[in-house]
T-cell receptor
Framework: DTAVSQTPKYLVTQMGNDKSIKCEQN?????MYWYKQDSKKFLKIMFS???????INETVPNRFSPKSPDKAHLNLHINSLELGDSAVYFC??????????????FGSGTRLTVV | AQSVTQLGSHVSVSEGALVLLRCNYS??????LFWYVQYPNQGLQLLLK??????LVKGINGFEAEFKKSETSFHLTKPSAHMSDAAEYFC???????????????FGAGTRLAVHP
């Protein structure tokens, strides 16, 4: 029973297209995240939602728009895709409160290739 | 600002040898520290975490890490490497945001561990 699931696993698309990546968690966590892993394996946070509310919005082009219909889902929509958007995108979730000291649970990633 | 630095982007060991992956942190408050492992074409899996309890933390797959405040380090070790340990390893620190009790994980650049026969 997958805890954090992302779809699709692979996505190949042309420059200028619009695409979406979906994420769902069944852990009952309150907070979800999107991370981007570049070709050098560096991981950087992009967005975070807590109970459908945006709480972290790092310096990300506004072509990227997250949407959280409920606390178990966090989707990422990307407009006008560029070559530099090629990366692996990870969704994660956590139970986020003062007493929480657990790490994040990550999905298996979506490898986006823009050609 | 809180951050982590992983020394050595590539580490190569023989099967059965000691594994030592280095992580140093920078934090003005007691940190929460984590080690994650990423196997090829997979997501990140939590190996272990330090949350201000015991300074020696044991994780999965025989890994452990010791929190040393005086050295601002949280190095990952395993006494005897196995071929299946070949992966990318990430050290991370939890950065508390200034509002709402929220936080985000800041990752180091990663260390690729190769294990040869």
């Amino acid at each position: 029973d997958t805890a954090v699931s992302q779809t699709p696993k692979y996505l190949v698309t042309q420059m200028g297209n619009d695409k979406s990546i979906k994420c769902e968690q069944n852990l009952g966590h309150d907070t979800m995240y999107w991370y981007k892993q570049d070709s050098k394996k560096f991981l950087k946070i992009m967005f975070s939602y807590n109970n459908k509310e945006l709480i972290i919005n790092e310096t990300v082009p506004n072509r990227f728009s997250p949407k959280s219909p409920d606390k178990a889902h966090l989707n990422l929509h990307i407009n006008s895709l560029e070559l530099g958007d090629s990366a692996v995108y990870f969704c994660a979730s956590s139970q986020d409160n003062e007493r929480s000291n657990y790490g994040y649970t990550f999905g298996s990633g979506t490898r986006l290739t823009v050609v | 600002a809180q951050s982590v630095t992983q020394l050595g982007s590539h580490v190569s060991v023989s099967e059965g040898a000691l594994v030592l992956l280095r992580c140093n942190y920078s934090s003005s408050v007691p940190p929460y520290l984590f080690w994650y492992v990423q196997y090829p074409n997979q997501g990140l899996q939590l190996l272990l975490k330090y949350t201000s309890a015991a300074t020696l933390v044991k994780g999965i797959n025989g890994f452990e890490a010791e929190f040393k405040k005086s050295e601002t380090s949280f190095h990952l070790t395993k006494p005897s490497a196995h071929m299946s340990d070949a992966a990318e390893y990430f050290c991370a620190v939890r950065l508390a945001l200034s509002f709402g009790g929220y936080n985000k994980l800041i990752f180091g650049a990663g260390t690729r561990l190769a294990v040869h026969p």
